[in-house]
């Protein structure tokens, strides 16, 4: 069974590029969230889908920050115009859920480590 | 609003010595779950207990073990006899109960583990 798996793990790109990252969960797992880690922060919460339905996503930094899951299984993060500051790990969990008011736990991928030059 | 305050930014010891990170919270919810997740530096976030806010009794596993007390608000991890493969950054998080599962880390805690 294998875990999160997230592509790229590296990526450095110029300020004003879009960028666009892929979680693929946990094959079983209905829920995917989004997370951005800063150096020496402990990660912070962006989106939530179960299944293919975005729940939670007042929380995205900005309107540059999308998130989607278009069959309920991988999701995709995009960036666009990016910034100095957008540069962190961008980490995506899974979790199997059950219920609307259930809380699950969250397995976390490896991250993306973006780096805006 | 929902907060975890981890007090220790870093912490070092011997090999075999005990130590204790802590974690302080804070919720209005009555029903809330809290966590401990460590992450080695490959940077894997990877999941090492889940607590609800009804059971309060403490939990060992192997070398781990958690003391949670409602009424101090904390959820203080414990490892016993350290070794050099538990130094990692260790998370305190906070779940509140129907909250999209938006769950609140804390800073986190650098433990170095030295031989």
């Known amino acids: 069974d294998t875990g999160v798996s997230q592509n790229p793990r590296h990526k450095i790109t110029k300020r004003g590029q879009n960028v666009t990252f892929r979680c693929d969960p946990i094959?079983?797992?209905?829920?995917l969230y989004w997370y951005r880690q800063t150096l020496g922060q402990g990660p912070e919460f962006l989106t939530y889908?179960?299944?293919?339905?975005?729940?939670?996503k007042s929380r995205l930094l900005s309107d540059r920050f999308s998130a989607e899951r278009p069959k309920g299984s991988f999701s995709t993060l995009e960036i666009q115009r990016t910034e100095q500051g957008d540069s962190a790990m961008y980490l995506c969990a899974s979790s199997l859920g059950s219920g609307q008011y259930t809380t699950d736990t969250q397995y976390f991928g490896p991250g993306t480590r973006l780096t805006v030059l | 609003a929902q907060k975890v305050t981890q007090a220790q930014t870093e912490i070092s010891v011997v090999e075999k010595e005990d130590v204790t990170l802590d974690c302080v919270y804070e919720?209005?919810?009555?029903?809330?779950?809290l966590f401990w997740y460590k992450q080695p530096p490959s940077g894997e976030l990877v999941f090492l207990i889940r607590?609800?806010?009804?059971?309060?009794q403490n939990e060992i596993s192997g070398r781990y073990s958690w003391n949670f007390q409602k009424s101090t608000s904390s959820f203080n991890f414990t490892i016993t006899a350290s070794q050099v493969v538990d130094s990692a950054v260790y998370f305190c998080a906070l779940s509140e109960a129907g909250n999209n599962n938006d769950m609140r880390f804390g800073a986190g805690t650098r433990l170095t583990v030295k031989p």
């Open positions: 094959s079983e797992h209905n829920r």
């Open positions: 889908f179960q299944n293919e339905a975005q729940l939670e």
């Open positions: 607590r609800n806010s009804f059971d309060e």
């Open positions: 919720t209005r919810d009555t029903t809330y779950y």
